[in-house]
C-alpha cells in the first residue's frame, strides 16, 4: 500500500541551483526517510527524521517535517549533474510491523550541467 | 559498509519456468525484504522475513514464494514465470540495532519474461 507521494513527479534544473522535492503521507509515523536512486541502480539510504523532530541536516540536504500537515521536504542545495537521480520518500507506520516501510513513488530530478 | 548482493543483475525466462532470484547480505542483519519495481508504481513490497525460516507476504505476494534457511540469505521464488512478472526486483535488508528501519538495497534484479 502506497503511504508517501512525492510532488513534483519530476523537476529539472540547471546545477548550482537548489532543488525541492516534496512528499505527503496519510497515517502517524514513526519516522520518515530519503532514499536515491540512480537509474537502474537499488536504493541508496539518505537521511531520516523522526517524528518529534522538525529539521535535519546532512552535507547539502535539508529535510523538514511538519507531522500536522503529514508532509516532508527535502532540499539539495547547490544540485550538481550527480544528484541526477530518483528521490523517494519512505515512512515507518506508528505501531506497524517493525522494519516495515512504505515507499512512495518517487520524484525523478534531471540536473543539467 | 553493508553489502547486499543480488545473484544476477538482468536475467530473461520464458513464461512458465521456475525462477529463483538470490539475495545475500554480509551484517547480520534479522530483516530481509523482496520488493518489485515498476514504472508509475513505485516500489511494492512483496514478501518480507524477521528471521530464519519465518516469512510474511506482503502487499503483493501473489504468484511468489520465499525461502529463508540461513540468516544472510533471502531467496525469491517465481513457480510459474508469467509476463506480468516482468520487472526491476530489489532485495533489501536492515537491523533491528543502529539506525531503525534503515533499509540497505543491492543492485537490483532486472527481469525479463518472454
Known amino acids: 500500500s502506497q503511504q508517501g507521494e512525492e510532488d513534483p513527479q519530476a523537476l529539472s534544473i540547471q546545477e548550482g541551483e537548489n532543488a525541492t522535492m516534496n512528499c505527503s503521507y496519510k497515517?502517524?509515523?514513526?519516522?520518515l526517510q530519503w532514499y536515491r536512486q540512480n537509474s537502474g541502480r537499488g536504493l541508496v539510504h539518505l537521511i531520516l527524521i523522526r517524528s518529534n523532530e522538525r529539521e535535519k541536516h546532512s552535507g547539502r540536504l535539508r529535510v523538514t517535517l511538519d507531522t500536522s500537515k503529514k508532509s516532508s521536504s527535502l532540499l539539495i542545495t547547490a544540485s550538481r549533474a550527480a544528484d541526477t537521480a530518483s528521490y523517494f520518500c519512505?515512512?515507518?507506520?506508528?505501531?506497524?510491523?517493525?522494519?516495515?516501510?512504505?515507499f512512495g513513488k518517487g520524484t525523478k530530478l534531471s540536473v543539467k550541467p | 559498509d553493508v553489502k547486499v548482493t543480488q545473484s544476477s543483475r538482468y536475467l530473461v525466462k520464458r513464461t512458465g519456468e521456475k525462477v529463483f532470484l538470490e539475495c545475500v547480505q554480509d551484517?547480520?542483519?534479522?530483516?530481509m525484504f523482496w520488493y518489485r519495481q515498476d514504472p508509475g508504481l513505485g516500489l511494492r513490497l512483496i514478501y518480507f522475513s524477521y528471521d530464519v525460516k519465518m516469512k510474511e507476504k506482503g502487499d503483493i505476494p501473489e504468484g511468489y514464494s520465499v525461502s529463508r534457511e540461513k540468516k544472510e540469505r533471502f531467496s525469491l521464488i517465481l513457480e510459474s514465470a508469467s509476463t506480468n512478472q516482468t520487472s526491476m526486483y530489489l532485495c533489501?535488508?536492515?537491523?533491528?540495532?543502529?539506525?531503525?528501519?534503515?533499509?540497505?538495497f543491492g543492485p537490483g534484479t532486472r527481469l525479463t519474461v518472454t
Open positions: 551484517m547480520d542483519h534479522e530483516n
Open positions: 519512505a515512512t515507518v507506520n506508528y505501531g506497524g510491523s517493525q522494519g516495515n516501510l512504505i
Open positions: 497515517t502517524s509515523i514513526n519516522n
Open positions: 533489501a535488508s536492515s537491523s533491528l540495532e543502529g539506525t531503525p528501519y534503515e533499509q540497505y
